[in-house]
């Protein structure tokens, strides 16, 4: 497998190379997962904590204890 990793820049459409072009070897074994990881990074985390206070909230409206 050949990978190449570069940034086009979205103003002018300017491909910058980052890392050459190798080869690689793919895994063995695949992951099992089918999904990346969850984000750990101040905002993520902030946005998932909000997302699960208004979950709970919603829940408990529709569950009549609000």
């Known amino acids: 497998m050949t990978i190449e990793v570069y940034r086009i820049n979205p103003v002018t459409g300017v491909r910058t190379q980052v890392r050459a072009k190798r080869t690689v070897k793919p895994a063995e074994v695949p992951e ?3 999904t990346y990881p969850a984000c750990s990074c ?3 985390v902030d946005a998932a ?3 699960r206070a208004q979950l709970t ?3 408990r ?3 009549g204890e609000l």
């Open 49 to 51: 904590i909000r997302l």
């Open 32 to 34: 099992v997962r089918q």
């Open 42 to 44: 101040p905002r993520c």
């Open 57 to 59: 909230e919603a829940n």
């Open 61 to 63: 409206r529709s569950r």
